[in-house]
């Protein structure tokens, strides 16, 4: 067994039992005390039932300090007549418990903290002299001795819990704390380089590139805990219900998590933002779960570089370039991962060779099994891998949600402070988010908020309409506005013009989609540069092969470099849309109608679409369908395919479109989760086939309704108006689920105000949903989905009507507000948060149900009435 799982487990059974000593043994009964006793009376050091000598207390502070240098590691940091003189320290401080002029009820309301300060206080010169370590040695073991002495209290007592009931068990579970907390501390050997890998994480992922941040004097990155924006993640429960929580809490309810998420959907933002957390300064408290755990970064193009082998644990660091992996003690990566501490983020199983995701799904197989207790989340494209993919080894599959309303709106806001840009330019593109539905619809993902918001200002308030042409912008703004407005070229310097800038990368881009890569080693750049600047004489003359590379590297905005000798595109969409263009100038179109129905190629063949011109246009889709018609296994992808690409298809024949068209419309109604996401993708067009509910099967109704609930526009609104009269509890918890990616008035009075209420929790993320309802009369049950004040709930909560309600989220309440609610009978709370404080809900007298999460610590529950039963909680409410 590691040191560290001894040290962890003997923890409390050590300091314990030395506790103990410090104080006189009572007779039979006599512990069953009805006042309070001066703490000076208990002590087994002084006064006549003395039975511990001095050199019995320093003794004592002997092993105290023993215990605490081995386990933190500084048995070798501190000379020995260091540690000697904390050990005497130690003494002198335990000693002042017989002169403190305190009862035990007083020590225990002081706290183990403060009673640790007041103690080393009457003895500070013992600490004079010492070094900044041996000084905070002796706090700790000081605070650490206090904590158990006032939980020797509380237990020996009944008078004491008894009037302390609440704060006696705070203190019980700060005991208990202090021991998971243990679990999750390095051995003395691993600890310096935990350090020092935990400011590399901190340093590499603090910090996000934003689209457009670097077009402006601002820097081009933006810290993370300014930039990480909260989704929401969607899970699937039994029965097909689905329910939402913050993205970043994920693995505070499971332990291995499969999330998927559009391109730009911010799943790699997310990935830095769990790894940064898990540090020692992690930046939110409602991450604490993520506490002493140890972050592996995987991004999978990364470490199938160049064809590379999947790495085994002890290759994790190198193969993803950190530059400390030499140092990492032997053996450091197992103790961790087999103690249960490792959080494991493979980022981009999408980003391989469809060919090779099984072999990573082999390997993930095999790292569960050798190490099952840790954290483990797998992000990937939503087409890349099956559904149930990695049921097999327990995880739990979510999808990262679109951004809502006020995410978009939040996200606008957040940019334009970091830009630093004009007001007005803010007011006016949150208007125009608003008004225009087209612009809505594309702002769907923090990518393309980032782009739309560059633009924005980059053209002083004017913006393109389509996806295609609003590439075009970011590229034309990217490769030659920025550095010609802002100065950047002087006299002498390489300059390359856009036309033949965009030649040179869609190249490069095109390159890595024929060889389903996503980084390419820097002599392949080099050499395919070199091969098309021989057909670009005008261009090959500015410089070396090396100097055109190092310019489009530097200037263009578009390409870096993760490590040392290898390039990659600063987006897959990015790479996607320069390599279509490519295909489609090459007249590529047999070959990627061949590659069609492999998932990397999906986007590409969009944009090739969007690309094309129009008798292009007619010949990719007909082959598309034609594809379909003769192959029945990847029939239903070509023609949705297809059908998705009506949407860029500007311009296209007639009988082309029908053709599309009525394939889609065999494909519908959808009959799976799977087919609703898919139908969802192909876009708005897809509003105009979606039937029903008359002649529809329950199931067929509910996966009609997901469909239209993910296009999110508000053109789905009336489609989903439709559903608003079914009674079927799954589609009216989908429809009340789905406010917040609408127009709040509208999709309140449309459907909101005529669903069923029966059993109903209508969602609430936002206090205008809460007023809205308060004017169609308020509601039975209510789930609060986004942290709202107290002000709001107690304004806009119909008092006389809400008997349930359900906290998806931490408020941050105290719950003594809801005594004013008389007919509140059912509290849920789904937070995520280890430790949940329910005393306050004393305050309550009609509560008669408390659901909690399994699991979750409680804090207080003895106080509540005993009408109130506590269940904890199976599936979350819908």
Sequence with gaps: MEPVSIGARLASSIVVPLVKRLFVVDGPGAGLVDRPVRVSSLVSFRGEKRTLSDADLHKIAEELVDRATQSTGMTERLPGFEQRAVVNAVAHSLGSLGHIDMDDVQVVRLGHLELSRNLRAANQAATRGLSSDAVLLHARVMDTACLHILHFFTTRSTFVPRTLAEQSRRIEELSSKIDVLLLRTPSPADGGFEQRYAGYISGKYGRLTIFGLDLSESSGTWSLDAAYLSLEATESSTGDLTSMLPAEQVLARHDRVLLRGVAGSGKTT?????????????????????????????????????????????????????????????????????????????????????????EARTWLRDLVDAYPRNHWLVTSRPSAVREHWLAAERFRELDLAPMSRDDVASFIRRWHKAAGSADSYRKELLYAIRAKQELARLATNPLMCALICALHRDRRGYLPDGRKELYDAALSMLLSRRDRERGVYRTGDLRIGETHQVQLIQKLAYWLIRNGRSEMATTDVL???????????????????????????????????????????????????????????????????????????????????????????????????????????????????????????????????????????????????????????????????????????????????????????????????????????????????????????????????????DELYFAVSS??????????????????????????????????????????????????????????????????????????????????????????????????????????????IP
Aim: with cysteine.
């Design 527 to 757: 050499g395919l540069l070199a091969q098309a600047l021989t057909a670009m004489p005008r261009v090959a003359a500015l410089g070396s092969v090396e100097q055109i590379y190092r310019h489009l590297l530097v200037r263009s905005g578009l390409l870096l470099e993760p490590v040392e000798g290898s390039m990659q595109f600063i987006h897959r969409t990015f790479q996607d849309y320069l390599g279509a263009r490519a295909a489609v100038e090459s007249l590529d179109f047999d070959f990627l109608g061949d590659n069609a129905h492999l998932d990397q190629w999906e986007d590409v063949l969009r944009m090739a679409v969007a690309h094309a011109r129009p008798a292009e246009r007619t010949r990719l889709l007909t082959g598309l369908i034609e594809r379909g018609d003769a192959c029945e296994d990847t029939r239903h992808r070509l023609h949705l395919l297809a059908a998705a690409c009506l949407e860029d298809a500007t311009e296209l024949s007639p009988a082309a479109r029908a053709e599309v068209q009525r394939r889609a419309a065999t494909l519908i109604p959808p009959h799976s989760v799977a087919e609703a996401r898919a139908l969802a993708d192909v876009g708005p067009v897809v509003l105009e086939l979606l039937r029903g509910p008359a002649h529809l099967t329950p199931d067929e109704a509910y996966h009609t309704v997901l469909t239209a609930v993910r296009i999110g526009t508000d053109a789905a609104i009336p489609v989903l108006s439709r559903f608003r009269t079914v009674d079927d509890l799954r589609i009216r918890t989908e429809l009340a689920l789905a406010w917040s990616r609408f127009d709040t008035d509208r999709y309140a009075e449309e459907v909101i105000a005529h669903l069923g209420q």
């Design 270 to 358: 997310l990935v830095q933002w769990l790894a940064v957390s898990a540090g020692p300064d992690g930046l939110d408290e409602r991450l604490l779960y993520l506490h002493g755990l140890v972050p592996f970064v995987l991004p999978m193009r990364s470490l199938t570089r160049a064809g590379a082998r999947l790495p085994g644990p002890d290759e994790f660091l190198s193969a993803v370039g950190c530059p400390i992996a030499h140092a990492q003690p032997t053996g450091w990566y197992d103790r961790v991962l087999t103690a249960g501490r490792g959080l494991l983020l493979v980022d981009g199983i999408d980003e391989m060779p469809e060919a090779e995701r099984e």
């Design 767 to 876: 206090g205008r949903e809460l007023m809205a309802l308060r004017r169609l009369g308020g509601r039975s049950l209510l789930k609060i989905t986004a942290p709202l004040t107290v002000e709001e709930m107690k304004a806009h909560c119909v008092k006389e009507r809400l008997t349930g309600l359900c906290v998806a989220v931490d408020p941050g309440w105290s719950w003594s507000w809801l005594a004013g609610f008389s007919r509140l009978t059912e509290l849920t709370l789904e937070t995520a948060l280890p430790e949940i404080d329910v005393g306050s809900l004393r305050a309550v007298p009609s509560l008669r149900t408390l659901r909690l999460p399994e699991g979750a610590r409680t804090v207080g529950a003895d106080l509540l009435s005993p009408a109130v039963e506590i269940v904890r909680a199976g599936p979350a």
